[in-house]
């Protein structure tokens, strides 16, 4: 991206030690941002903001959670393409996988509509003399971002937050000497809008575009389209309150003169009412939305509604707390603490400030119903993002969630949820058009349409990537999850039931017999890898591939217990337990690992980023090394093949991986890498690297994508602690540069909440609480400790 055209201050200038040494809660810098993955992030789940913190100019990039090229999907798009379907499992049949491969591009719709950023404030200050002792941070506990430096003997301050209880963002900014305090604001937008001042309050209206092609699709003609008639409204509403200064309007910005502080209140809003409504024809009143809020936060003082954002923020985020025990890291800005940790030297806090981001991340992105986090969370400043800023459900999307119930953040699941259920609406049109079953399906992308399709333009795409089709089958496993964590038998009735057995319809419709009477998938493919066959054919196209079973296997046990649990649909759980009695089986190869395809045949890429075969172990439950040591050897190897050099979301789920296999040693190790510091893309002009961690902590991908924040911090978790419906295991893979510390917080299946101390590895005090009552059993190495609880109950034991 562009440079943001800010003062780039001199280290010599800036002061040079931190306020806050050694943080865990604190990120903070010793210049402004120039580049997208250098700014400090906030958002309320539905406006997100980047602050670049720049002076003499700041610069806001603004998002809104709703605003998505595009309108509802026709899920009929191509009504016969379920007419394939038999003719590509005859040529599967004899072993014609290169027509295979031609014969999937039948079974494609329409791309992705892409998330877009809504505009940019610009704050411009008349300062005068060169700015020193700048100092920068994003305080993760109380989601607020300072900025404060000296300019001609004047110290400055800013502060920002975006609050959920008073659906606004505010910014104060004080002057340390009276009347010292001069600005102009702007707003500018990449989308079609108009832009003027009424009543001292900045306005600007506009739409999203109609269509927008993903980014890898190259320069084309009508990449982005606008339609005066179409697409998705918005609203920008700007005001300044609070101030001793003289106010300046023009026809496009408004200012302020000679003050000491002020208070700027910005407002956001779209038309999107609904994954199935026109935004145009059908829209909110996208102005009144913006307009109520920015008027009811005028007539509250700055200091209310500062103390009404943190506690609602500080609801969430406390409830979890870790400590890793002492660290002799230097006091040192957190860019800088990347380069060092990078270099092999320790930080715990800054593992701990990392776990506790994903965490303050999924908060601040994840509070709209329907509408979850996507590939950038909420953050997002171009207008043909990467890979459009979709929902990317192969595995991204599910990661983003990850962390929602460990990590104790179930309400910011709830997005995600209530998204399965739309995409299960459109997904049943998908699944009888394209696959000629019942139930619904669900495929690689989808976005704030709900779209489910295969997509590929209409034969297009590559069906390495575009013919993927258990986007359902995953997706319904995050139901019952909930239910596990929380023991919410009415949200599993009401809620989640009906969707988990259409997914389950899918599932066992779409099965059919190899030559052995075992059932498979077919066609299928492995996300984004490719085979090579013994003649040497590079394909995707295939049948029985490990991925797709591991998740049919996990979609139809859950969906099992679940009418089991509510005493419904005795015929077809019985349905259900044949077919798995019959599902062709884990396979391991002649390398010792776990096949991925359903012939013992080489990958492409035998380090591919993609393990979607291992689902099983993890997020699934079907592999454990106590169970199924020999599939979790295979796995082991597999992971071995692989390597650890891969994209950021990627390492996230291997840490993950190598947790469930209790090895914490590795786990940590992929941990640290997870951390590795990676510059912005403007300054790597396009270098290849790596994944690994940008300045302000975003995952890099590269570029930036939020899933592995997510993994990383799940993945803490799954080193302290992993559970079943039926135990719980304390410190399963304990690195040991954790040996001793202590958490709070930290969830468990079955609905409990678990604390406790370790030290030299070893559980000391362990506390439990239990959300609706139950057994369980606590386990740490070769001891086992059954419990029963009440509801509400609290518990604590001294495991020495």
Known sequence: ???????????????????????????????????????????????????????????????????????????????????????????????????????????????????????????????????????????????????????????????????????????????????????????????????????????????????????????????????????????????????????????????????????????????????????????????????????????????????????????????????????????????????????????????????QYGRYLLISSSRTMGVPANLQGIWNPYIRPPWSSNYTININAEENYWPAENANLPEMHAPLLSFIRNISETGRITARTFFGTGGWAACHNSDIWAMSNPVGNFGEGDPVWANWYMGGAWLSTHLWEHYLFTQDKTFLRDQAYEIMKGAARFCLEWLVEDQEGRLITSPCTSPENRYVTPEGYHGATLYGGTADLAMVRECMEQTMKASRMLDADAAFRDSLELALSLLHPYQIGKKGQLMEWYHDWEDQDPRHRHQSHLFGLYPGHQITPEKTPELAEACRRTLEIKGDETTGWSKGWRINLWARLRDGNRAYKMYRELLRYVEPDGRRKGRSGGGGTYPNLFDAHPPFQIDGNFGGTAAVVEMLMQSNEKEIRLLPALPDAWDSGSVKGICARGGFVVSMEWKNKIPQKIKVFSREGGTTTLIYGDRQREISMKKNQKMELDWQ
């Open 1 to 355: 991206m562009k440079k943001s055209g800010l003062l780039i201050i001199p280290l010599a200038l800036v002061c040079t030690s931190s306020i806050h040494p050694q943080s865990n809660d604190r990120l903070w810098y010793r210049q402004p941002a120039e580049f997208f993955e250098e700014t400090l992030v906030l958002g309320n789940g539905r406006m997100g903001v980047s602050v670049f913190g720049g002076v003499p100019s700041d610069k806001i990039f603004l998002n809104d959670i709703t605003l998505w090229s595009g309108e509802p999907v026709d899920a009929h798009m191509n009504p016969d393409a379920h007419q394939a379907i038999p003719a590509i499992r005859e040529v599967l049949k004899n072993e014609n996988y290169k027509l295979a491969d031609e014969l999937q591009r039948k079974v494609q719709g329409k791309f992705s509509e892409s998330y877009a950023p809504l505009g940019t404030l610009f704050i411009h200050f008349h300062h005068a003399g060169t700015p020193d002792n700048y100092y920068r941070e994003l305080n993760i506990r109380e989601a607020v971002s300072k900025i404060r430096y000296e300019a001609g003997g004047v110290r400055y301050t800013r502060e920002y937050f975006v609050s959920h209880p008073d659906p606004i963002m505010a910014i104060r900014l004080t002057a340390g000497r009276k009347g010292m305090l001069s600005f102009d604001i702007r707003f500018d937008s990449q989308l079609r809008h108009t832009l003027m001042t009424e009543s001292g309050i900045l306005q600007a209206k506009g739409r999203a575009p109609v269509h927008s092609e993903p980014d890898y699709r190259g320069k084309k003609k009508d990449a982005v389209v606008f339609d005066d008639d179409r697409g998705t409204r918005f609203t920008f509403l700007s005001k300044i309150v609070s101030s001793d200064g003289a106010m300046t309007v023009t026809d496009s910005t408004i200012g302020m003169r000679n003050a000491t502080e002020a208070v700027i209140l910005v407002s956001v809003a779209t038309s999107f009412n609904g994954f199935d409504r026109d935004p145009s024809k059908e829209g909110l009143d996208d102005e009144g939305l913006a307009a109520d809020p920015l008027e009811k936060a005028s007539f509250k003082s700055y200091k209310i509604l500062k103390k009404d954002h943190v506690k609602d923020h500080q609801t969430y985020f406390n409830r979890v707390s870790l400590n890793l025990g002492k660290t002799s890291a230097p006091d040192l800005a957190t860019d800088e603490r990347l380069r060092r940790y990078a270099e092999g030297h320790e930080d715990r806090n800054l593992e701990i400030l990392y776990f």
